[in-house]
């Protein structure tokens, strides 16, 4: 008996199976902070990547909602047993004048999934090939959104350097190197 649960009297649990502070022992359990994926969940789904992009590229799909649409695998994130897929996917190279609906190639893809498993289960080497479900990725949208922001007049004013009475200072206009040097060498 430790000193610790001597102290404690008897009956008392102090001590026992408990770190100090009465966290339990151990690294399993009671952890609620999320980790991100582990190594392997993100090499597996690396090169799911690779693989969908080739099996699309071949263009075997006989559905028509997705004959001939070029698609890009912008990432797939694997569950931690590895037996789910989520690939995120953005049309590529689609004119302005073209606008792809993105609900109906997402639903078409998903329809096609069992095919993608099939040809997935032959390309990539796992025990067992994954359920797949594609999801449209918004992270580009979003990017630009914030880009649109950061270039809006209002945003750029209060990202602008103070000068030394709380003024802000005037944006100077972009000139190249060679010009602002004005002949100096």
Not at 4 to 26: H, L, N, V, Y
Not at 63 to 73: E, F, K, N
Not at 118 to 139: A, C, H, W
């Amino acid at each position: 008996m430790t000193r610790e649960q001597k102290s404690a009297g008897p009956g008392s649990t102090k001590g026992i199976g408990m770190r100090s502070g009465g966290k339990p022992d151990g690294k399993r359990g009671g952890g609620a902070r999320s980790r991100g994926p582990s190594q392997r969940q993100l090499r597996v789904g690396e090169e799911m990547r690779h693989a969908l992009s080739r099996i699309i590229s071949r263009d075997e799909l006989n559905d028509p909602d997705l004959a001939h649409l070029a698609v890009t695998i912008t990432a797939v994130d694997m569950s931690p047993d590895l037996r789910n897929a989520i690939a995120y996917v953005v049309p590529f190279g689609v004119a302005l004048e073209q606008k792809v609906d993105t609900t109906v190639m997402i639903k078409a893809l998903n329809r096609a999934a069992a095919f993608f498993r099939g040809q997935l289960s032959r390309e990539v080497d796992l025990r067992m090939s994954p359920m797949l479900r594609f999801r449209l990725d918004e992270s580009f949208e979003q990017a630009n959104r914030i880009e649109a922001l950061l270039h809006d007049p209002l945003v750029a004013r209060d990202l602008a350097p103070k000068t030394e009475d709380g003024e802000t200072a005037p944006i100077a206009a972009d000139t190249p190197d060679d010009e602002a040097d004005d002949g100096e060498a």
